[in-house]
Nanobody, 123 residues
Framework: EVQLVESGGGSVQAGGSLRLSCTAS????????MGWYRHGPGNECELVSA???????WDADSVKGRFTISQDTHKNIVYLQMNRLRLEDTAVYYC?????????????????WGQGTQVTVSS
């Protein structure tokens, strides 16, 4: 059974940092593309960072230069390091696999999703 579990969310002031973790079971990140999504307007989730099974990464323009996606191969964990956080980064963040580019209905049946972790950025 495929399971994804996020952790590391919380509250932080603007300009601060958080690191999210996504732990997988039932598959390895070396075999599957995955992404970090965040809940936007309505029930749509935006892909903000992605990592291919080949190790290549991608970041949305809104987070480029501030967010970094990385993997701990030995622990089968993917991280999202979020620096210089802004008010508009406030959202529930999900890890999911595989990747759907752009926007996707949150918890779409086409992907495996974690339960989500809340990130709140305050002024």
């Amino acid at each position: 059974e495929v399971q994804l579990v996020e952790s590391g969310g919380g509250s932080v002031q603007a300009g601060g940092s958080l690191r999210l973790s996504c732990t997988a079971s039932g598959f390895t990140f070396d075999d599957r593309d995955m992404g970090w999504y965040r809940h936007g307007p309505g029930n749509e989730c935006e892909l903000v960072s992605a990592r291919g099974s080949d190790g290549r990464t991608w970041d949305a323009d809104s987070v480029k230069g501030r967010f970094t996606i990385s993997q701990d191969t030995h622990k089968n964990i993917v991280y999202l390091q979020m620096n210089r956080l802004r008010l508009e980064d406030t959202a529930v963040y999900y890890c999911a696999a595989p990747i759907v580019w752009g926007w996707v209905p949150c918890r779409s049946a086409h992907l495996n999703w974690g339960q989500g972790t809340q990130v709140t950025v305050s002024s």
